[in-house]
T-cell receptor
Framework: DSGVTQTPKHLITATGQRVTLRCSPRSGDLSVYWYQQSLDQGLQFLIQYYNGEERAKGNILERFSAQQFPDLHSELNLSSLELGDSALYFC???????????FGPGTRLLVL | AQSVTQPDIHITVSEGASLELRCNYSYGATPYLFWYVQSPGQGLQLLLKYFSGDTLVQGIKGFEAEFKRSQSSFNLRKPSVHWSDAAEYFCAVGATSGTYKYIFGTGTRLKVLA
């Protein structure tokens, strides 16, 4: 158990819909990272927050957004969903820049 | 630009045989280096990491990795593979300065034959 929690574990929705994925970092970790893992794209870094502020952006689509709240949990919002958004979405947390990232169990999203 | 290459997409070894998974990186300075393992349907688990110091790093589950600056490599090794080691292995590089970046390799899927 990494100490990072993600909800829900599974999510099935339809194209065009909007979903929110939630992540609670390890106690004391200030950084949260979001990743998308799909069969064709591999593990892709989406976005990083540090203590409530966006710190780095990766291959995140404009239809996707994220935020980190004062209690340090984070949410990833995916809107106007397409079939190709079906993937595993991981959250990770770390204490700071360059430090080890600890991964949550992931949310498996299926868009039908 | 930062990059990570895992040249082997699939590797098959017999149980009890030795294992080496390759990882090459490109980065202007000494990066932070990591190996993660992912079992089917699971999240990523950290096996080991290198930040500085001794270039031979010991990790969990009997794994070790050696940082070779001259070859820009951080290969993962295990002297005797167990069937439970079958999984996907990811090498990752973390930038140590500036805007933080954390890049994963494409992964190596390990199959273990009984």
């Amino acid at each position: 158990d990494s100490g990072v929690t993600q909800t829900p574990k599974h999510l099935i929705t339809a194209t065009g819909q909007r979903v929110t994925l939630r992540c609670s970092p390890r106690s004391g970790d200030l950084s949260v990272y979001w990743y998308q893992q799909s069969l064709d794209q591999g593990l892709q870094f989406l976005i990083q927050y540090y203590n409530g502020e966006e710190r780095a952006k990766g291959n995140i689509l404009e239809r996707f957004s994220a935020q980190q709240f004062p209690d340090l949990h984070s949410e990833l919002n995916l809107s106007s969903l397409e079939l190709g958004d079906s993937a595993l979405y991981f959250c990770a947390s770390s204490g700071g820049v360059g430090e080890t990232q600890y991964f949550g169990p992931g949310t498996r999203l299926l868009v039908l | 630009a930062q990059s990570v290459t895992q040249p082997d997409i699939h590797i098959t070894v017999s149980e009890g045989a030795s294992l080496e998974l390759r990882c090459n990186y490109s980065y202007g300075a000494t990066p932070y280096l990591f190996w993660y393992v992912q079992s089917p349907g699971q999240g990523l688990q950290l096996l080991l990491k290198y930040f500085s110091g001794d270039t031979l790093v010991q990790g969990i589950k009997g794994f070790e990795a050696e940082f070779k600056r001259s070859q820009s490599s951080f290969n993962l090794r295990k002297p005797s593979v167990h069937w439970s080691d079958a999984a996907e292995y990811f090498c990752a590089v973390g930038a140590t300065s500036g805007t933080y970046k954390y890049i994963f390799g494409t992964g190596t899927r390990l199959k273990v034959l009984a």
